[in-house]
Nanobody, 114 residues
Framework: VQLQASGGGLVQVGGFLRLSCAASGSIFSINYMGWYRQAPGKQRDLVARINTGGSTNYANSVKGRFTISRDNANNTVYLQMNSLKPEDTAVYYC?????????WGQGTLVTVSS
């Protein structure tokens, strides 16, 4: 299984980015697709996740600014990030989770400059 993430980059405060992550390979019965992030010197934390039925969970710090969506047919998850803040700077990792499956992408760097 491979997860290919893209869309990171450098953006100014208040700007926006859209992350994408496409999963390929022997994938079946995925329950959740999600995004985590890890800032320098900090642990990896959940940003948002979405299940097959479309139910979502968000970290409190991103509620109202980030939107996660999912294309089940193509095993792709998106993260629309608006009103970005310097504290959103981190490496963002996509994740897929299901019975016996827990896979991570390679990470994409998001840098928000002030």
């Amino acid at each position: 299984v491979q997860l290919q993430a893209s869309g990171g980059g450098l953006v100014q405060v208040g700007g926006f980015l859209r992350l994408s992550c496409a999963a390929s390979g022997s994938i079946f019965s995925i329950n959740y697709m999600g995004w985590y992030r890890q800032a320098p010197g900090k642990q990896r934390d959940l940003v948002a996740r979405i299940n097959t039925g479309g139910s979502t969970n968000y970290a409190n710090s991103v509620k109202g600014r980030f939107t996660i969506s999912r294309d089940n047919a193509n095993n792709t998850v998106y993260l629309q990030m608006n009103s970005l803040k310097p504290e959103d700077t981190a490496v963002y990792y996509c994740n897929v989770l299901g019975p016996g499956q827990d896979y991570w992408g390679q990470g994409t760097l998001v840098t928000v400059s002030s």
